[in-house]
């Protein structure tokens, strides 16, 4: 499993509705994705701190071809809620020490 870690902070004004557009516009989208699992959005209990959002992706080829020929759409989402660039981080999963969240997943995709 592979994850890539999106950070941004939003506009204080504009998260209800961020959160609204990531359930009915961004998660749908995600779920069309070959090899996407699941998105964590983390929100920061401070305003001024960054959000970050997990997705977990079967592997790192899913991921990559995603970053390459789709992210630039989600850029394009997110950008009338953000103040800051997009940065993004890419991680392997260590699923030895997550099991039952690798078996879950899997076995929902």
Known sequence: MFARVIEYTLKP???????????????????????????????????????????????KT????FAREEFPKVEQM???FVTTPLTVKTYTVESSVCEYLVDTLLTAA
């Open 62 to 65: 899913e991921a990559e071809r």
């Open 78 to 80: 997110l950008k009338p």
């Open 13 to 59: 004004e504009k998260k209800d509705e961020a959160i609204k557009m990531v359930h009915h516009e961004l998660l749908p989208f995600l779920k069309m994705q070959p090899g996407f699992l699941e998105l964590i959005p983390l929100v920061p209990e401070i305003t001024n701190e960054k959000f970050i959002s997990i997705a977990l992706w079967t592997g």
